[in-house]
């Protein structure tokens, strides 16, 4: 199996990226952004909930990503590999994540980190949201939020792949086919 984190802040690019990197490796994309979308358009207690941390630029709790993933995994044991966009996002569910692969006898590989800077991000957001609908993209200061809340909490999950080498940062600035160039060159 082939077992990818693509990691980063909101709007560096992961959605846009995991598109060409499933179509290349035929993996299967486990988004918890996108799962949690669909819990919430499809209006259960869960997508409820999340929904209310979402609107404020929050994360929403551990256990409901790792159990949403737990799920996933289940369900797919026979793929080729996983593409993990927007999960781990604390160090609890890196935790977790790796507890899971290990129980299947598999591991991480390799996260990428795209790196893009704040001013690159509220302007891509601010940008996605005049077509997305989404009310996370709606505003500046929910979105400069949303870039704390990674800060805060998130970034210590690259520091956590990197003490165990597997951690590839790749400029996330640039041509969209360039920096997927530079992400297929990191998976090896
Ligand atoms: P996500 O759905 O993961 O949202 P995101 O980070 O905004 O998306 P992404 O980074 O994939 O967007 P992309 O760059 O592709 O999370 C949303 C919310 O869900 C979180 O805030 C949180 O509340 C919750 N959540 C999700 N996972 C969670 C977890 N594990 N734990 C707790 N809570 C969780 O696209 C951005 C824009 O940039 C697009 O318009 C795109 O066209 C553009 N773009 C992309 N690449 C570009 C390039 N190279 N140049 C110019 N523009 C580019």
Redesign the pocket.
Do not use: C
């Given at each position: 199996m082939l077992n990818l984190i693509l990691f980063?802040?909101?709007?560096?690019?992961?959605?846009?990226?995991?598109e060409k990197i499933i179509a290349q490796y035929q993996l299967i994309h486990l988004?918890?952004?996108?799962l949690?979308?669909s819990e919430i358009q499809q209006g259960t207690d869960l997508g409820l909930k999340?929904k209310t941390?979402?609107d404020q630029?929050?994360?929403?709790?551990?256990e409901?990503?790792i159990g949403m993933i737990e799920n996933k995994l289940k369900e797919n044991r026979q793929a080729a590999g996983f593409i993990f966009?927007?999960?781990?996002?604390?160090v609890k569910?890196a935790e977790a994540l790796d507890t899971l692969l290990t129980s299947y006898g598999e591991s991480i590989q390799v996260m990428i980190g795209l790196e893009v800077t704040d001013e690159e991000l509220l302007a891509?957001?601010l940008?996605?949201g005049k077509t997305?609908g989404r009310p996370?993209?709606q505003n500046e200061d929910l979105i400069r939020k949303?870039i704390q809340?990674y800060n805060s909490k998130t970034t210590p999950v690259a520091d956590y792949y990197r003490s165990q080498d597997k951690y590839v940062a790749v400029q996330?600035?640039?041509?969209?086919q360039e920096?997927f160039q530079a992400i297929t060159a990191a998976i090896g």
């Open positions: 980063g802040p909101p709007g560096a690019g992961k959605g846009t990226q995991s988004s918890t952004g996108d949690l979308r999340a941390l979402m630029g929050l994360l929403v709790p551990d409901v990503v966009d927007g999960f781990p996002r604390t569910q891509r957001l940008n996605r997305s996370d993209d949303r809340e996330g600035i640039g041509e969209i920096i």
